[in-house]
């Protein structure tokens, strides 16, 4: 079975400072890997993927992420946090023995970042 | 190109109703799928429709159900509401059937149960 681990659920960052979201992912294949954030009162919005093109995967304002087999790991880093960063984010997996389009979400971490 | 949207945004319902949620996709896709977002539990899947097929089912009793019209549009049920029923409802759209396809999703519905 697929599944992912955020392994905070709190992070606070001062604005500036770099930002550092761990997630960790167990799968029987080679797994399709979203990042996804949620600001308050809002859907979720699609930062980045991984589809095994390449392991180094960048995303929309100015988030990236790696993917590391052998820690089984895709950490979400920025280098730099502004105010706007604060949410939630959320680590996807893609059940792909499920079937297609089923993503199996992590617990979330909320974000905050302060002035 | 507009996003997806959800109707309506917030219900308020009593224990023992039904109730009956809709979704339209970005034009063009043809998946759509239903998730259910709680403090406790997190986002977990629903369902997911395809063709007016539903391909895929999460792990919730029969009171959910749902189906999708020949427009893509989708519709979620939810019979003999219960408390613990009280969520975010969020469906989420994509072009077609291959998991890598970015999914993008609606603001929700927020579900009260009374």
């Known amino acids: 079975a697929q599944s992912v681990t955020q392994l905070d659920s709190h992070v606070s960052v001062s604005e500036g400072t770099p930002v550092l979201l761990r997630c960790n992912y167990s799968s029987s294949y080679s797994p399709s890997l979203f990042w996804y954030v949620q600001h308050p009162n809002k859907g979720l919005q699609l930062l980045l993927k991984?589809?095994?093109?390449?392991?180094l995967v960048k995303g929309i304002n100015g988030f990236e992420a790696e993917f590391k087999k052998s820690e089984t790991s895709f950490h979400l880093t920025k280098p730099s946090a502004h105010m706007s960063d604060a949410a939630e984010y959320f680590c996807v997996v893609s059940d792909q023995a499920g079937g297609y389009n089923k993503l199996i979400f992590g617990a979330g971490t909320r974000l905050a970042v302060h002035p | 190109k507009a996003g997806v949207t959800q109707t309506p945004r917030y219900l308020i319902k009593t224990r023992g109703q039904q109730v009956t949620l809709s979704c339209s996709p970005i034009s063009g896709h043809r998946s759509v799928s239903w998730y259910q977002q709680t403090p406790g539990q997190g986002l977990q899947f629903l369902f997911e429709y395809f063709s007016e097929t539903q391909r895929n089912k999460g792990n919730f009793p029969g009171r959910f159900s749902g189906r999708q019209f020949s427009n893509s549009r989708s519709e979620m049920n939810v019979s003999t509401l219960e408390l613990g029923d009280s969520a975010l409802y969020l469906c989420?759209?994509?072009?077609?059937?291959?998991?890598?396809?970015?999914?993008?999703f609606g603001p929700g519905t927020r579900l009260t149960v009374l």
């Open positions: 989420a759209s994509s072009l077609a059937g291959q998991d890598y396809n970015e999914q993008f």
């Open positions: 991984y589809t095994s093109a390449a392991t």
